[in-house]
């Protein structure tokens, strides 16, 4: 089969591939539609997860199975489904502790193109298809189907690990596709008041529409500093982050109330260490939790953000700025994420 790769760290192209072998409790499925993520530049530009050779890139799909092993009770040749980035083992200690994505391993329920091949290929490897894999709701396109594998999911996360209150002033830090779900992760949730952070006109455009009420830029200064301005020197209840560096976190900590929480989705490609700045930390007793988490994946989650859609509550069509239509589109939609335009969102490829 043919798929699309990556060759090294710093290289990516086509390669030619054996088709994935399906197991008793796996499927074979092939991609309807596939999106580009950001974190396919972190893994294939920044070697973010170390070096791969050939590795079939790509872990946002939706997709026809087109195989099923014997031990599979739910999904049958023909069926489309919504398809998480993240497939955990859903019979390990780890994800019985609630720790799905790490079963195994940490990070390790994120198997596609990171300890699997991805998605970019003619055909890819579900693991636990009964446990991972959720029917494609009624009348959902492709595009917002794609949105479902990881955006709405991994914003959605943060607020989560943010754990948003009613009536929360919440910072969003970044508002690329991860941090604009975020923001309606955090209204759907009741906050009050949403700070957002990010430059790009499309976005800030967009985070409006998601129920951002407040806009700062990272290039006019300290993050912190402009917060606590709009805040009275009071700070924020939680902080969402889904962009910037290692030392966003010292920002963060700073633009936090005591007892507030962050949680970070941001894939950190690149820098050593965090640090966390002493005296606003309390000194070490301020109660301002900071936690950074991989989305957990699954059916449920798939069929729960699907629903969300698919009852109007959710409107992710905004994020699929650009659609292209066939396989020559993949390499064009990564140099697109890597080089981000003012006008990009997220790119989506139907495979028709
Ligand atoms: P984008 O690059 O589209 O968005 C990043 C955002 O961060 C933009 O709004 C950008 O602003 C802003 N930003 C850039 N630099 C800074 C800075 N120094 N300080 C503050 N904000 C900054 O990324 P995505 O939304 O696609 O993804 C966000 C992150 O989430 C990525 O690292 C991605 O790899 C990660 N991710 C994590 C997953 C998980 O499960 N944990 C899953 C999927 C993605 P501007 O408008 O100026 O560009
Ligand atoms: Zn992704």
Redesign the pocket.
């Known amino acids: 089969m043919k798929a699309f790769a990556m060759l090294k760290i710093g290289e990516a192209g086509w390669i030619e591939k054996e088709r994935p072998v399906c197991g008793p409790q796996d499927a074979i499925c092939k991609p309807l539609a596939v999106a580009i ?3 396919d ?2 893994t294939v530009y920044e070697g973010g997860v170390g070096e791969r050779f050939n590795m079939v890139l790509g872990h946002e799909c939706c997709a026809e199975v087109v195989e099923v092993g014997e031990l599979v009770k739910d999904f049958k040749p023909g069926d489309k489904v919504l398809v998480p ?2 497939t955990p083992d859903w019979n390990s200690l780890e994800a019985q502790a609630g720790y799905s ?1 790490h079963s195994n391993g940490m990070l390790a329920g ?1 198997k596609f193109s990171n300890h699997k091949d991805g998605v970019f290929g003619e055909y890819f490897h579900v693991n636990d298809p009964d446990g991972n894999l959720a029917l494609l709701p009624e009348g959902m396109s492709y595009e917002d189907a794609c949105m479902l594998s ?2 709405v ?2 914003g959605f ?1 943060a607020v989560e690990q943010a754990d948003v209150q009613f009536g929360d002033t919440v910072l969003v ?8 779900m975020a923001v309606a992760g955090a209204n759907l949730r009741g906050a009050s008041r949403i700070i957002v ?4 006109s499309v ?2 455009e967009a985070a409006k529409g998601y129920g951002a009420t407040d806009f700062i ?3 006019d200064g300290s ?1 912190s500093e402009q917060v606590m301005k709009l805040t009275d020197g009071k700070g924020v209840d939680r902080v969402c982050i ?4 290692v ?2 976190f010292e ?1 963060a900590v700073k633009a936090l109330k005591p007892g507030g929480k962050i949680g970070n ?5 690149k820098g050593e260490f965090i640090t966390i700045p002493r005296v606003e930390w309390g000194a070490g007793m301020g109660h301002k939790v900071i936690s950074g ?3 957990p994946g699954g059916r449920l989650r798939m069929e729960k953000l699907g629903a969300l859609i698919a009852s109007g509550k959710l409107d992710v069509s905004p994020l699929s700025t650009h659609v292209f239509h066939g396989w020559e589109h993949i390499p064009e939609g990564l140099e697109m ?1 890597r080089n ?1 335009a003012d006008n990009l ?2 790119p989506v490829i139907i495979l028709d």
């Not at 952070?197 to 790009?200: A, C, Q, S």
């Not at 889904?242 to 560096?245: D, L, M, V």
């Not at 989705?265 to 490609?269: F, H």
Request: hydrophobic letters at 40%; charged letters at 10%; glycine letters at 16%.
């Open positions: 993520c950001t974190s530049i972190h980035a993240i994505m994120w990881d955006m999911p991994t996360h830090i970044g508002i690329g596709p991860v941090g604009l952070v990010g430059t790009r976005c800030v830029s990272y290039k993050i889904a962009g910037g560096t030392a966003t920002e989705v941001n894939y950190l490609g988490g991989l989305m994420m981000k969102i997220k």
